[in-house]
């Protein structure tokens, strides 16, 4: 016993048709603009094309001048840095501030309202005020120094080494409130007839928190690395606010590189390469993901 | 996380609480503190903010960084200000996310009430839509919309943006019409109504929730993106993110943190609103955007 | 041809099929029952009358008139949904007046139509509320509403009463019998209580695994169960099954049971049975409980009252009788004594047995014999 309306099997073809006739406009559409070019730019990455396609295929070429390039090597390995920091820290500061806000705080709601308002900002306006926020010239250096510590510095942004880190510092910001909803959904889910099993058990609150809450939150753990990664992987609004890819390529990501080499230098097959192992990466973790949302449903 | 009263059962001793209040206030600044400083260096002369001023209050109060961003700023070769751009988002945003979300409905209509073979594979192509980096149809769509003729222009912005948001949109859709009872849909059909009849009378009622959150949604997502507004729109058609961009990286003349400021706040300002407005829908969205349900 | 024929309608969902070859014909103004566990096919035929299913194979006609290719809306049907099905954006009027306004009748017209079934059902009041605002009971009277100012063939009623409680499901039911009596209406319900079933139908079909197991009158499933799972499905506390084997003695067919201290009882079967023939079959037993009872409690007008005594397991006052548990033939039997018997769990205690009430079944077709 199926959960839908069928339609029935009678002459009137157009009235049957109706349903899936509304679909096509959307379907047709995503099956040209999503899958179609991503079948072309994957097969523009197989091809000798610069400034603008051609059709002339290269086999792998693309690929193994891709890394050999260096900037790409920083890319990919800005990325791994970025990437893993993004996800542990605002995992963990989403994390316990969702436990924090969920001891029965007052004004839950409007804390929870200031924790969410960074992810209704464009990363560019996020980009545009931690990138003035900390410049050594007019920013956080320059205030602690006019306050009389005139020894302090703080010039990550302008430091090759360190610059990266400022990236994970305006991503934090940006969404690690968005984990903390996650999570206190999550935690919000749990039954508390466990919770008041475990008190009677004798469980701290520690206890109560390590061994039968976190572990709960397994979902949501899954659903705030999906989000994380992909965001990260996708990253390029920001870096371009806030360092433009500098100092030097020090900050360059994969979406920095690809645009670059695909719109200012003129190698399109390298930049179809690079776009292409972007989607490979982030299909390796969404497609699972997608496949045991839909498999749940049925 | 709508008016979520039932908090848990476990109790916090009372020093245990100050530390924990102390810590929630402590993150309450860190995310203001972006917010308080762009307002007040919107809000005060240059040399204050070059003087070390900038967590200062305003000695002097002004203006005219904010007159200076919205109409006089020289954003790449013009010194027009931000308002055309502001303009050129507002005639993006509409149509496309008025559009996007009518096709989603019918097409979340479609896929769970009139069901038909291969249904979730159709989805499931939707939806993989939704997460691939544009990196990756960034080149063809260059090339698309120059075929198209419509390159370089506002319709052209509101064409990527609603191929792009058409997955969200049906997602959000999908899953609320799922839990819209089917038998509702047949009493109707029994009782004489067809396709749109039955969309019309029946599930439009119904989606009050939904379209506002899809609504805010796509408002938020097309209003705040970068990358198509940077690959596709000329000097005229720029949306606001972008010109905001060219206006803080412009590297001639003196730096105007002050303005910059105030433009950002102009460029933050309609996903802000709509977020303190309707707060609690914008969060199910990013919640049913990402979270399983 | 009766006034709703169904030929020979299977329906499959790829290579699974849900419903067997099924012909079932009713006469105007019936109230035919289907009954079934979940899973048995009834509420897939019923869709099929409807018309929300496709039919794999086969023919539903109403009133003669084939209703392949018809869609819902033209078969002049109604149905009552189980979850009631109000659309909840409108008021009680418009709920109910939505199905005319979709068949085009005049303004004027729907009005008088909803202003006289709701004078019927006693919802006038209720007419300018939303599904929301009106208790289980309201929703059902209005879902019911909804159906009969359609004035239609055919009412297809699926579990309409499950979602109720106890007490109000028992009145629901009375009342939709008093409609079917007073309105003469052709009715097909779904039900899986076999209590719902017995009380309003005038033809009952009882379900199985895609087949109709038996389709007749209340009685004749009562009283003539064609099979083991008929005979264990409808009545409750539901038939005695247990094995026997037949025997003759004196001329005469007897069942004979093992009782649990190892004795054999023996049972002559009514006058004109026709088990004779079968002299040492090892049989399936079926005796409801109101043929097991005290002594004085049998039934006089029966010629076929025998004794055995047994011991009893288990007794279970129910206010009005005492169900009393003892054990023939190795399985558990549940008489139904008169309320002040004295008997005690632990007693050898004479059990009276009405085998004019017995049935017997073949244990491997499990069909019944006879």
């Known amino acids: 016993m199926s959960n839908t309306v069928r339609s029935q099997t009678g002459n009137d073809w157009l009235r049957d048709a109706l349903p899936r006739i509304v679909l096509s406009p959307s379907l047709v559409i995503v099956l040209v603009f999503v899958y179609g070019f991503i079948f072309f730019t994957f097969y523009l990455s197989f091809t000798d094309s610069r400034i603008l396609p051609s059709f002339g295929l290269v086999g792998w070429q693309n690929y193994s001048r891709l890394f050999s390039i260096r900037a790409w090597g920083i890319a990919v390995d800005n990325l791994l840095i970025f990437g893993s920091l993004y996800i542990v820290i605002s995992c963990v500061i989403g994390l316990a501030l969702a436990i924090f806000l969920d001891q029965k705080i007052r004004a839950e709601g409007f804390i929870r309202t200031i924790y969410l308002y960074p992810m209704a900002l464009s990363f560019i306006v996020t980009g545009t005020a931690w990138k003035w926020f900390l410049d050594p010239g007019i920013g956080l250096q320059a205030v602690v120094r006019s306050w009389g510590w005139e020894s302090f510095t703080f010039e990550w942004i302008k430091d090759s080494d360190m610059a990266i880190y400022t990236i994970v510092i305006a991503a934090v910001w940006q969404t690690s409130g968005f984990v903390m909803a996650m999570f206190l959904a999550g935690l919000r889910g749990i039954d508390n007839e466990v919770l008041k099993a475990a008190q009677i058990d004798g469980a701290s609150n520690w206890a109560l928190y390590r061994r039968i809450v976190i572990p709960q939150l397994r979902p949501a753990f899954m659903s705030a690395f999906v989000v994380l990664a992909h965001m990260a992987i996708k990253s390029y609004d920001l870096v371009i606010a806030l360092t433009g890819g500098g100092p030097g390529t020090a900050t360059e990501l994969p979406a920095t590189f690809m645009y670059s080499y695909t719109f200012t230098r003129n190698q399109m097959g390298i930049g179809a390469a690079s776009a292409t192992i972007m989607l490979m990466s982030i299909a390796a973790i969404m497609v699972p993901y997608i496949w045991s949302e839909l498999r749940e449903k049925k | 996380m709508a008016t979520n009263a039932s908090s848990n059962v476990i109790r916090t001793g009372a020093g245990a609480r100050f530390v924990i209040y102390a810590i929630l206030i402590l993150f309450c600044l860190y995310y203001l503190l972006p917010l308080y400083v762009m307002v007040v260096n919107s809000l005060k002369p240059l040399d204050e903010i070059r003087s070390g001023g900038m967590m200062a209050l305003p000695s002097q109060w002004t203006i005219a960084p904010w007159q200076s961003a919205w109409s006089t700023a020289q954003i790449g070769v013009d010194a027009t200000g931000l308002r055309p751009y502001f303009l050129n988002s507002i005639l993006m945003v509409v149509p496309a996310v008025a559009i996007s979300t009518v096709l989603g409905a019918l097409n979340g209509y479609v896929l769970t009430k009139w069901r038909f073979r291969g249904d979730t594979i159709v989805f499931g192509l939707l939806l993989f839509g939704c997460f691939i980096p544009f990196q990756m149809v960034l080149i063809p769509m260059a090339r698309m919309l120059g075929l198209m003729g419509i390159a370089g222009t506002v319709p052209g912005l509101i064409f990527v943006h609603l191929v792009y948001g058409i997955g969200f949109s049906t997602l959000y859709f999908r899953n609320y019409y799922q839990q819209f009872p089917t038998e509702l849909v047949r009493a109707a059909m029994i009782d004489g109504a067809g396709f749109f009849m039955i969309f019309r009378r029946i599930m439009l009622p119904s989606s009050g929730p939904i379209a506002v959150v899809c609504i805010i949604w796509q408002f938020t997502n097309i209003w705040n993106d970068f990358l198509f507004g940077a690959s596709f729109s000329d000097f005229d058609s720029q949306p606001m993110t972008v010109a905001l961009n060219n206006l803080v990286q412009s590297s001639t003349g003196v730096k105007e943190y002050n303005v910059h400021f105030a433009g950002a706040i102009m460029a933050a300002l309609p996903t802000l609103l709509v977020y303190i407005v309707a707060g609690r829908y914008f969060v199910r969205g990013l919640m049913a955007g990402s979270v399983k349900g | ?370």
Do not use: W
């Open chain 3, 1 to 370: 041809m009766g006034f709703l024929d169904i030929n020979n309608a299977t329906k499959s969902y790829g290579s699974v099929k849900v419903l067997h070859e099924t012909d079932i014909s009713i006469e105007e103004g019936e109230f035919l029952v289907l009954v079934g566990p979940s899973g048995c096919g009834k509420s897939t035929l019923l869709n099929m009358i409807a018309g929300l299913e496709d039919i794999t194979s086969g023919d539903i006609a109403i009133k003669g008139r084939s209703m392949n290719g018809v869609r819902p809306a033209d078969r002049n049907i109604a149905m009552v949904f189980q979850s009631y099905a109000l659309y909840p954006n409108m008021n009680v009027g418009q709920n109910m007046a939505f199905g005319l306004e979709m068949h085009g009748v005049a303004k004027s017209e729907r009005d008088k139509a909803v202003s006289d079934v709701a004078d019927l059902l006693q919802i006038s009041h209720l007419l300018d509320r939303k599904p929301g605002q009106l208790s289980g009971g309201q929703r059902q009277r209005v879902a019911m509403g909804r159906a009969l100012v359609r004035n239609p063939d055919v009412f297809l009623f699926d579990e309409p009463l499950s979602n109720l409680d106890a007490k109000l499901r028992v009145d629901m039911r009375t009342e939709i019998k008093k409609l079917h009596q007073k309105l003469g209406t052709t009715i097909v319900y779904v039900t899986h209580d076999q209590i719902e079933a017995l009380t309003l139908s005038t033809r009952i079909a009882v379900m199985f695994g895609g087949h109709v197991q038996q389709l007749g009158t209340p009685k004749e499933i009562y009283d003539n169960p064609a099979n083991i799972f008929v005979a264990g499905f409808m009545g409750s506390p539901s038939m005695n099954l247990f094995p026997a084997t037949i025997g003759v003695e004196n001329d005469g067919a007897v069942a004979r049971i093992s009782l649990a201290d190892g004795t054999i009882a023996s049972l002559p079967f009514a006058p004109g049975n026709q088990m004779a023939g079968h002299d040492g079959k090892k049989i399936i037993l079926g005796i409801r409980p109101e043929a097991i009872t005290d002594e004085d409690g049998a039934d006089r007008k029966s010629h076929a009252i025998h004794r055995i005594e047994a011991r009893v397991e288990v007794t279970e006052p129910a206010g009005s009788d005492t169900f009393v548990v003892s054990q023939f033939g190795g399985k558990e039997v549940t008489g139904r004594f008169r309320a002040d018997v004295d008997v005690y769990a632990g007693d050898i205690f004479p059990f009276a047995i009405n085998m004019e009430k017995a049935v017997a079944f073949d244990p491997k077709s499990e069909m019944r014999i006879g």
